[in-house]
Nanobody, 121 residues
Framework: QVQLVESGGGLVQAGGSLRLSCAAS????????MGWFRQAPGKEREFVAA???????YHADSVKGRFTMSRDNAKNTVYLQMNSLKVEDTAVYYC???????????????WGQGTQVTVSS
């Protein structure tokens, strides 16, 4: 069982930056692939970024060049550094863990409760 707790969300002006964190429980964190997803009001959840157990990263085209995902296995934490934020980045952001350790290798097994990011114009 893995528990995920996101933090770092908030209200920021367009063009600003935020860093989201996702702290995971359990001693097998380093073996998991991790992902960030987001869901805006009235929209479906969408993929934002993922990182494999071997530190391979993939970012959605909509955030590429602005967002960077990273992980710190010593702290059981993944991060999402978000720069040049846009109003359309407003959403609840969720982190998730995937037991295969590889990105795009199946469904995510565990999800956090989400953290709200609001970007004002």
């Amino acid at each position: 069982q893995v528990q995920l707790v996101e933090s770092g969300g908030g209200l920021v002006q367009a063009g600003g930056s935020l860093r989201l964190s996702c702290a995971a429980s359990g001693r097998t964190f380093s073996s998991y692939a991790m992902g960030w997803f987001r869901q805006a009001p009235g929209k479906e959840r969408e993929f934002v970024a993922a990182i494999s157990k071997s530190d391979l990263k993939y970012h959605a085209d909509s955030v590429k060049g602005r967002f960077t995902m990273s992980r710190d296995n010593a702290k059981n934490t993944v991060y999402l550094q978000m720069n040049s934020l846009k109003v359309e980045d407003t959403a609840v952001y969720y982190c998730a863990a995937q037991s295969s350790g590889r990105i795009f290798a199946g469904e995510y097994d565990y999800w956090g409760q989400g953290t709200q990011v609001t970007v004002s114009s």
